[in-house]
């Protein structure tokens, strides 16, 4: 029983300090931009009129959005891909038994 407590415990210790820092540089960010692009604002001035989804809307009527949207998913996609290839192709490399420049792939 005794252990289980520390255990516990010592999981809490552990998850604790993620738990903050991800709520403090992820979900509050978050909800801020969120907040912010409810209000069509400049950015140095303080004037800030609230137009609730009026944002959104004019963003989805842009062609030119959803051609950045679709270059970066397709950058995404083609970065996972090759990073994952190449690395693939190192850990084959690495994994044979006697091979020039060993210690260099490894590095790599």
Do not use: H
């Not at 990073?83 to 490399?93: D, G, K, R, V």
């Amino acid at each position: 029983m005794k252990k289980s407590r520390a255990r516990n415990v010592f999981i809490g210790v552990c998850v604790v300090p993620a738990v903050v820092l991800f709520f403090i540089f992820m979900l509050v960010p978050t909800f801020n931009v969120f907040k912010m692009s409810l209000y069509k604002w400049g950015g140095y001035s303080n004037d800030q009129k609230f137009v609730g989804l009026d944002n959104f809307k004019t963003l989805m009527g842009d062609m030119n959005f959803f051609r950045s949207f679709q270059n970066t998913v397709l950058l995404v996609v083609c970065v996972t891909v090759v990073t994952m290839a190449l690395s693939l192709i190192f850990a084959a490399i690495i994994s044979r038994e006697k091979i020039k420049g060993e210690n260099f792939f490894r590095i790599i």
